[in-house]
């Protein structure tokens, strides 16, 4: 056997799912140039993503959570329900105060922002595959504190007190997703979707639906929720 073939043999295994394929291209483009990584299969969606995750098991998952359907979170919550001992680290756009200790609670070992240096994806492999949790320094010591059972930073963050999936609706509705849209970009009937919405509306304290608009949109434009692609259909 060659040397080559050896190498390639000891190169860890990622699943990469992302609904963009530009972005695959040039993440996988980045990982492939590493000599210890490989992206070994690639996913859009999460359906896809949890077909690939029992086919090929692969060492660690390196997952966005704007996907169609169900989303990140939920698929994170699936697949360490089925595979406890894969690894997943999440690389997303939106702000880590908001979304990391959500990510962490669903099962991943760690969370990057696509905003940072793209050295620090790999470094994050690497650590997540050897047993570490990674967050930005900032995040430290509130994670320490989600571990010990306790989150009072977090707390003093109205959103906070929404489920992983209230949250997905407000971000929707605060880019001008209709009610419909949001059901399809979910997978979920427009009930649900009316249900959701009402929860939103009674844990913020929101009198009615033209109020809760506002809301959503001034929150999406001060904490940068835009999903990064949205399948709008009216």
């Given at each position: 056997?060659?040397?080559?073939?050896?190498?390639?043999?000891?190169?860890?295994?990622?699943?990469?799912?992302d609904d963009h394929p530009f972005f695959r291209l040039?993440?996988?483009?980045?990982?492939?140039?590493?000599?210890?990584?490989?992206?070994?299969?690639e996913a859009s969606?999460?359906?896809?993503?949890?077909?690939?995750?029992e086919k090929e098991r692969p060492d660690v998952v390196l997952l966005d959570?704007?996907?169609?359907?169900?989303?990140?979170?939920?698929?994170?919550?699936?697949?360490?329900?089925?595979?406890?001992?894969?690894?997943?680290l999440v690389l997303s756009m939106h702000d880590e105060s908001q979304y990391a200790p959500r990510v962490l609670r669903a099962g991943a070992r760690g969370y990057i922002m696509k905003s940072e240096p793209v050295n620090r994806v790999a470094e994050g492999i690497r650590n997540v595959i050897n047993g570490k949790i990674i967050v930005s320094e900032p995040m430290s010591s509130l994670i320490?504190?989600?571990f010990a059972g306790k989150s009072p930073?977090?707390?003093t963050i109205p959103e906070a007190r929404l489920s992983d999936r209230e949250l997905e609706v407000l971000s929707l509705v605060?880019?001008?997703?209709?009610?419909?849209?949001?059901?399809?970009?979910?997978?979920?009937?427009?009930?649900?979707?009316?249900?959701?919405?009402?929860?939103?509306?009674q844990k913020l304290s929101i009198a009615s639906s033209q109020e809760l608009v506002r809301y959503a949109i001034c929150?999406?434009?001060?904490?940068?929720?835009a999903p990064e692609s949205l399948a709008v259909a009216v």
């Open positions: 056997m060659s040397s080559n073939s050896n190498s390639e043999g000891l190169r860890r295994r990622i699943l990469l799912v040039g993440l996988a483009h980045f990982i492939n140039a590493q000599v210890d990584l490989k992206v070994w299969a969606d999460p359906r896809e993503a949890m077909r690939l995750l959570l704007n996907l169609p359907g169900k989303g990140g979170l939920e698929l994170i919550k699936d697949m360490r329900a089925l595979h406890p001992n894969v690894p997943i320490l504190e989600i930073g977090e707390n605060g880019n001008a997703l209709s009610t419909r849209s949001i059901a399809e970009r979910l997978s979920i009937s427009m009930k649900t979707v009316e249900a959701h919405r009402a929860n939103i509306k929150w999406v434009e001060e904490s940068g929720h």
